[in-house]
């Protein structure tokens, strides 16, 4: 399998250069040449294998030659054995047609475990196989920072640097990051929002020799891999609930801010798995919904929101979507890229707009709706959503239809976002690994919002 740019001014790379090289060389984003078809022989040949077992299957069908099955297979199991459930993704049951898929059982109890677990484990075997220097650059609203950091940290060869908007995450995941105190690790709070962090790295990915010379790779989902990642849990998912005797057509409802777990979902379904709907879910940052509704992709204003981890007004991998709504066409998704550049607004209409609607159902949640969200679910079913899987199910709620089973993505347990359970007066207990996070000392550097700030700080890390 080779990968391309949504851009079109890369040529066809291999798998391990297109993890390496993250964001495409001409400022658009990799994709594989073609999307694999899976028949239903291949699902059905998959229904029974244990996470990592279908994770490998998975990467096998994206990898090509470079990455042995048997190294790919370890590569899964290792990835998946930090996590505290031996389903690694389980979906808990509701009621008659509702679910909750819990992707928080990783080591920093949010979804992105799932998918960086394995990239930082991919990492150092890319490292020791072609001698590459892994130096990391990231940015986070809160939970990919964490679960980076978690997956790289202490690995030889490796060192990474993440940026989070100063004090606009949740105190424990600020505390994930910060309470970190290997030496390959360097957290730099910004002053300013998460789309400031993300706009810093792009820029710097983006001028591609001081990428070349300080050996920056990405985390984020601009990097292929971890799209890939994601969207093994759609599929173990489905087979999850067919194995529980659940017939109905199935839709999953994803909150998102950047557009990469949604679009995993999406990935999936243009490989075969039958899935019903995506019901994609924002918060009051609710670009997405916006676009999706009525066809205009443009920011509004930032707002501060209970589910601070899709605080995010551009969302990164929207560029990979619209490659694919125009029929791959390059050319096409880099003028409207370019744009978005000049006048900060895209617009689609007409077919193209009803196509989006297929592909997607959307609904932004309100900050109080919310909250009611964790409410209801706590008093009818004695389950406690985090503020995002809350915005998860208002949304699947919200956009019900008859005679389908919905599955709410539950992203991140609530332990990490007690600000908002704490506003409804609900208990919880805090998992020990969090509790311990409050009585160990922090290390940040807080920066000014600008590239050449990050970029001193980066040039004395990665020297
Ligand atoms: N919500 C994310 C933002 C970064 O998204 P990513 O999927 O591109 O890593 C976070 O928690 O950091």
Request: glycine fraction near 6%; charge should be negative; proline fraction near 5%.
């Amino acid at each position: 399998m080779k990968y391309m740019s949504t851009r079109g001014q890369v040529p066809p790379i291999g798998f391990t250069e297109a993890v390496l090289m993250g964001l495409a060389d001409d400022g658009g984003l990799l994709v594989p040449e073609h999307i694999p078809q899976l028949d239903g022989a291949i699902l059905k040949q998959w229904q029974n294998l244990s996470y990592p077992e279908l994770a490998a299957e998975v990467f096998s069908l994206f990898t090509g030659d470079d990455i042995p099955r048997e190294d790919l297979k370890q590569l899964a199991e290792n990835s998946y054995a930090t996590f505290r459930h031996e389903d690694v993704t389980p979906v808990r049951k509701l009621d008659d047609r509702r679910y909750v898929l819990e992707l928080f059982h990783g080591p920093t109890f949010a979804f992105k475990d799932v998918a960086l677990q394995f990239l930082g484990n991919l990492y150092s075997y890319i490292s020791q196989k072609t001698n590459s220097i892994i130096h990391i650059l990231g940015a986070t609203s809160g939970d990919t920072g964490a679960s980076a950091i978690e997956g790289v940290r202490g690995k030889a060869g490796i060192r990474i640097c993440i940026l989070h908007p100063h004090q606009r995450v949740s105190k424990v995941q600020e505390l994930q990051m910060t309470t970190v105190d290997d030496e390959n690790v360097l957290n730099l709070a910004v002053k300013g929002t998460f789309d400031d962090c993300q706009r810093i790295i792009k820029e710097l990915f983006a001028d591609v020799p001081f990428k070349q010379q300080y050996h920056l790779r990405a985390i984020n989902s601009i990097n292929i891999a971890r799209v890939l990642a994601q969207t093994v849990y759609y599929f173990y998912a489905y087979f999850q609930l067919r194995k529980q005797g659940e017939e109905a057509p199935v839709s999953f409802s994803v909150p998102t801010g950047n557009f990469g777990d949604i679009f995993a979902g999406y990935l999936a379904k243009r490989m075969g798995l039958p899935v019903q709907r995506l019901i994609l879910a924002t918060n009051e940052n609710n670009i997405l919904a916006r676009f999706v509704n009525e066809g205009v992709y443009e920011p509004g204003s930032f707002r501060e929101t209970y589910s601070p981890s899709m605080d995010i007004q551009v969302a990164s991998n929207f560029e990979r979507y619209l490659f694919y709504l125009y029929g791959e066409d390059s050319r096409q998704t880099a003028e409207w890229m370019e744009q978005f550049k000049r006048e900060g607004r895209i617009a689609v209409a007409g077919e193209k707009l009803d196509q989006v609607q297929r592909d997607f159902a959307a609904y932004s949640v309100g900050n109080e709706e919310c909250l009611d969200a964790i409410s209801a679910y706590h008093a009818q079913y004695a389950y406690l959503l985090d503020p995002h899987t809350a915005c998860g199910a208002a949304a699947a709620d919200k956009l019900a239809q008859d005679g389908e089973a919905a599955v709410v993505l539950s992203t991140a347990h609530p332990a990490k976002f007690n600000e908002a359970i704490e506003r409804r007066g609900l208990p919880q207990t805090f998992p020990d690994p969090i509790q311990a996070l409050f009585d160990k000392p922090q290390r940040q550097t807080v920066v000014d919002s600008t590239n050449e700030e990050v970029k001193k700080q980066l040039v004395s890390f990665f020297q």
